[in-house]
C-alpha cells in the first residue's frame, strides 16, 4: 500500500567515464595525440591512465578549472611531477621503451571540476 501512486522521477545521477581507474591495475589506457577529459569528483579522486611510450621527447598538455597535480612515474620511479594551474604544458624525454602512467588529482576539498589532457610526441 505504501507505494500506491508513486512515480518515477528523472534524477540522473553523475559518472565520470573513468571513475573506476583509480589505480595501477584499472588504469585507462591512452594513445598519443588523442585528447582526454576527465572529471575530479570528490576530495580523494583519483584518475590514472596508462601509456607505452617509446625512446623519445614528449609533450604533456594539461588544461583544468582548479589546481590540480599530475604525475608521470613508471615501474623505475618518478618521471615529471606537476601543479597545474589553468593551462600548463611540460616537456620530457624518455630514454627507453617504458609503461608510463599519469596520474591526476587534487589535494583540495573541492570536487566535480573538469580537466583534459593530451600527450603527444614531439
Partial sequence: MRYNKIVEDDIDFFKDENEFNNFDYLATNIVLDEEYKGYIDYAGDVDIYSVRLKEGE??????????????LYCEDGNILKMNVDKLNEAVFNIQESKMVKIKIYSKDLVYK?????????I
Avoid: R, T
Wanted: charged share 35%.
Fill in 58 to 71: 614528449y609533450k604533456l598538455k594539461i588544461e583544468s578549472e582548479k589546481p590540480i597535480l599530475i604525475e
Fill in 113 to 121: 571540476f573538469k580537466y583534459s589532457l593530451k600527450l603527444m610526441n
